[in-house]
């Protein structure tokens, strides 16, 4: 089956650092999206990635498709502690001939801010 | 309305009993998916429909989870016999593309 193996688990960072967390796959696929989960919320879906190499960013945000289609990361720059959450990436796969998508999602990365 | 709508938003149920969870997705949005997540994991996946049919329903974990949708729109996840290891927050997302949108989710405690 597919493996998406996210990292760092979880992050502690102090306010105002920088923030690096990354996923990777065992197989090639279309699109990476990384979405955030606030406590007691769905998650939201932050930046959509569609080609190797693509660089996107959404305000402090910064996520790229990795070269290879096998990886993906995510950066947020100046952290605040909005900033707090769990972040989940996920790719997609089409079902055959349905031109439909399935989401697999990685196990997340918890981020803690400290002010 | 704009987003995708779950109800009810908590949920306590004995064990034991069946219990229906409804997911409303964004109108015009031909995919619908189920997710459930577990106190502090990631995101497991249940079924998929796109229009009112099922092309993947490999994640439902036991017999007593079943899902359908009717006119391309609602969805409602049913659990018969509930039991103590079903309580989780279950997801809804629907998409018309590759982006999908979440629900808020629906809390399900069984005591």
């Known amino acids: 089956g597919q493996q998406l193996n996210q990292s760092p688990q979880s992050m502690f960072i102090q306010e105002g650092e920088d923030v690096s967390m990354n996923c990777t796959s065992s197989?090639?696929?279309?699109?990476w999206l990384w979405y955030k989960q606030d406590p007691g919320e769905g998650p939201v879906l932050l930046i959509a990635?569609?080609?190797?190499?693509e660089l996107t960013s959404n305000g402090r945000l910064t996520a790229q498709f990795g070269i290879t289609r096998k990886d993906s990361f995510l950066n947020i720059s100046a952290s605040i502690p909005s900033d707090v959450g769990i972040y989940f990436c996920?790719?997609?796969?089409?079902?055959?001939?349905?031109?439909?998508?399935?989401?697999?999602f990685g196990k997340g990365t918890k981020l803690s801010v400290i002010p | 309305g704009a987003g995708v709508s779950q109800s009810p938003s908590n949920k306590v149920t004995e064990k034991g009993k069946d219990v229906e969870l409804r997911c409303d997705p964004i109108?015009?949005?031909?995919?619908l998916y189920w997710y459930r997540q577990s106190l502090g994991q990631g995101l497991e996946f249940l079924i998929y429909?796109?229009?009112?049919?099922?092309?993947?329903k490999s994640g439902l974990p036991s017999d007593r989870f079943s899902a359908e949708r009717t006119g391309g729109s609602v969805s409602t996840l049913t659990i018969q016999r509930t039991q103590q290891e079903d309580s989780a927050v279950y997801l809804c997302?629907?998409?018309?593309?590759?982006?999908?949108?979440f629900g808020q989710g629906t809390r399900l405690t069984v005591v």
């Open positions: 997302a629907s998409s018309l593309y590759r982006e999908a949108f």
């Open positions: 197989s090639i696929f279309n699109t």
């Open positions: 990635l569609y080609k190797a190499g």
């Open positions: 996920t790719h997609t796969r089409t079902y055959s001939g349905a031109g439909s998508y399935q989401l697999t």
């Open positions: 109108s015009g949005h031909t995919a």
């Open positions: 429909f796109q229009g009112n049919s099922a092309p993947d």
